[in-house]
């Protein structure tokens, strides 16, 4: 089963710029789709970013021109790079996976996840 570790979150300020990692425990080499997204308090867990096993990615309107998703095979890991952050940015991020050939927005799309790491942005 596959295991999903989230790093990178913290705190920065408005136009600042943070890149998450999610580290799987194993290669997902088999029509897997990957994921991220966030949650802020009080609010329903969104999608962020998507990433197919052919390289085709996916963004919420609002981190289009501001967020990559991105993943090293060879590492195993996906990445969300962040840039221009606004304080409407704030949230829990979580990485997902499933073994789907497309891939949605929708959390219960997704049967792995990581344990989430925080990006708050301060104006």
């Known amino acids: 089963q596959v295991q999903l570790v989230e790093s990178g979150g913290g705190s920065v300020q408005a136009g600042g710029s943070l890149r998450l990692s999610c580290a799987a425990s194993?290669?997902?080499?088999?029509?897997?789709?990957m994921a991220w997204f966030r949650q802020a308090p009080g609010k329903e867990r969104e999608g962020v970013a998507t990433?197919?096993?052919?390289?085709?990615?996916g963004y919420a309107d609002s981190v289009k021109g501001r967020f990559t998703i991105s993943q090293d095979n060879a590492k195993n890991t996906l990445y969300l790079q962040m840039n221009s952050l606004k304080p409407e940015d704030t949230a829990m991020y979580y990485c997902?996976?499933?073994?789907?050939?497309?891939?949605?927005?929708?959390?219960?799309?997704?049967?792995?996840w990581g344990q989430g790491t925080q990006v708050t942005v301060s104006s």
């Open positions: 194993e290669y997902l080499d088999s029509n897997y789709c």
């Open positions: 990433i197919g096993a052919d390289g085709t990615t």
């Open positions: 997902a996976a499933d073994p789907r050939p497309f891939c949605g927005m929708g959390s219960y799309e997704y049967n792995y």
